[in-house]
């Protein structure tokens, strides 16, 4: 194959393109967002597959559109509803922006998602990504999509091995996928190529299954596992969670703010951020957090949030003047509040982190043994 920076030759293209959608057509996944060419649906698909795994969407993609049909009825329904249909896909981020993007679809866009490559970046949460897959796949708009799988398919395919993390280097491969995209076919190949990267052309890829196997640079040069060169930068926080079950008349206190780290737009027990870590005190956590009350459980639990490492922890206290709690967040602005049963707890803080909670409480603590031998 020629060099990387010199235009793909029309006959390769050719036979790179037709390999490739024959492979598709024959071993594509029987999935939901693909059974009709909905640009709404694809949209929320794709958001939804921003930071999960298919087989961890699904079911709750199929919930999630039974109950938001169209943009009409995702902008209609409280940001309270649209989180709880989102339990389990964690980045509570993107549901936000769905719903802020329905209502831009239903005011500006009469109700449907725009066919233009910069109208559809105008919606929140909307990048080059999202946007060229769903007027790619929607609307057979000629705009390659350029995702983790593509992009390993691409490095592989065309030997790139310049350092992935370079913006030079995102570049050069957005420019061959472009050149790459089969025409009238936008649809069909960026579904392929993602396929292919999900199904194939793996972290270790499967070369004997792939059907451009016989074109590939990176195969022939015996470097197909080595491309792209792994990331070098570790940029992973450390952070304990510390989460406050506040009971008082066999309530449990949940909150919600905006001017916090995590949870911004649901309602969660109240959690500070422990460790070193970047991050400026939250001084509300900081008021409730009463040092000489904490009984912290001694078990821990592990989750992971955007890049923190986190480790979830707990500590239980009865508060017996509940005015007192209420005094001090009647006196902060844009604090939310309200007393639940514990056993609701699940469906009022709608993260996965909620049910590692209850199980860590459930935890039995045992003793330690007494030492055996002399008194
Ligand atoms: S031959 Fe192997 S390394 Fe090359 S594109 Fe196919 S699966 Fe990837």
Known sequence: MESKNAPISPELLLKLRKALLSWFQKNKRDLPFRINKNAYRIWVSEIMLQQT?????????????????????????????VMKYWKGLGYYS????????????????????????????????????????????????????????????????FLIEEDPLLNSTNQLLGNLAQEFLTPDSAGDHNEAMMELGA??????????????IDHCEAKAAGKEREIPVSKSVDNWIDLDL??????????????????????????????????????????????????????????RTKHSITNHRIQLKFSDILEEDRTRIEKILNKKQDVLFKWVREEDLKEEFPSSISGKLIKLKNKTIKQPELPVGKL
């Open 94 to 157: 993107r549901a936000r922006n769905l719903k802020k993007g329905a209502g831009l679809l239903v005011e500006k866009f009469s109700g449907e998602f725009p066919k233009n490559y910069d109208d559809a970046l105008s919606i929140p949460g909307v990048g080059s990504y999202t946007a060229s897959a769903v007027l790619s796949i929607a609307y057979g708009k000629h705009h390659a999509v350029l995702d983790g799988n593509v992009k390993r398919v691409l490095s592989r395919l």
């Open 53 to 81: 795994r298919v087989a961890a969407m699904l079911p709750i993609y199929e919930t999630f559109l039974e109950r938001f049909p169209d943009p009409n009825s995702l902008k209609e329904a409280s940001e309270d509803e």
């Open 242 to 299: 510390h989460f406050l079950f506040l009971r008082s008349k066999n309530q449990i206190l949940l909150l919600k703010y905006s001017g916090r780290r995590f949870f911004k737009t649901i309602y969660s027990l109240p959690f500070r951020l422990e460790g070193k870590h970047p991050y400026e005190k939250d001084s509300i956590s900081e008021e409730l957090f009463e040092e000489s009350r904490l009984n912290t459980h001694p078990h």
């Open 199 to 212: 199904l194939v052309c793996v972290p270790i890829p499967i070369c004997e299954s792939c059907p451009l």
